[in-house]
């Protein structure tokens, strides 16, 4: 049995991965969710402190303190920076990395430069709006979640996102990955704008694997069955 630790992303909370967690436990995996700092049902400590350095070491001491080894480690969208960072710094506790639909940076890269331009001045100028420390929180239509009731439960929790996050670097020791094994798995219908760069650079980085989901980017609320399915798949 495998050991799956599951990240999201921006906007979220350990909460999205409800129906993924609870298939993957009842084949007798052992799950994690972990949420980072400021987001989810530790939304409380949401302050303008928290950078994208936190989220890293959110994850890591998370690995560490759980004293998980051989995880399947996997990030969703935003989730990705921290699994790459997490990876560069307790790799030996990592069997492989799955980018779920998520963001790929390399050392020193912040994340709004990996982004469509008008995403991130959009997104900075919310912030701004907003008190100028958090990014409000979008519609899920804008993670590919149709009208409906999935609809109605995710945007009852989607809550603001640290906005040094968007601006501040990954710093890394080694090359991204650290050598894990690692797959890119892209949503496809709809495929997500925002990470063209992500989904290129996934494509041209050597030794990563490429996997298809078709359903939209927040792919463990439309197709958990599906998400659940393939990530016990990669893990044999």
Partial sequence: MATFV???????????????????RAAGHAVTTPTQTG????????SGAITLETFVEDLVQHLENEDITGAVLVGHSFGGHAITGA???VGQRI??????????LENGEVPFSRMLPEFAIAREREA????????????????????GPAADWVASRLCPHPLRTFMTPL??????????????????DPVYANLATSRERARQRPG?????????????????????????????
């Fill in 128 to 147: 701004r709006a907003l008190g100028g420390f958090a990014v409000p929180a979008p519609p899920p239509a804008m993670f590919g979640i149709p009208p």
């Fill in 39 to 46: 987001l989810g049902e530790r939304r409380h400590l949401l």
């Fill in 95 to 104: 069997r492989h990395l799955v980018y779920l639909d998520a963001a790929l």
């Fill in 208 to 236: 990563m694997a490429w996997r298809e989901l078709a359903t939209g980017h927040d792919a463990m609320v439309t197709a958990p069955e599906a998400t659940a399915d393939l990530l016990m798949e990669l893990a044999r």
């Fill in 171 to 188: 710093v890394l020791r080694n090359k991204p990955g650290n050598g894990l094994p690692s797959t890119y798995v892209c949503c496809t």
């Fill in 6 to 24: 599951l990240l999201h992303g921006a906007f979220h909370g350990a909460w999205c991965w409800r129906d993924v967690a609870a298939r993957l």
């Fill in 87 to 89: 990876a560069d710094r």
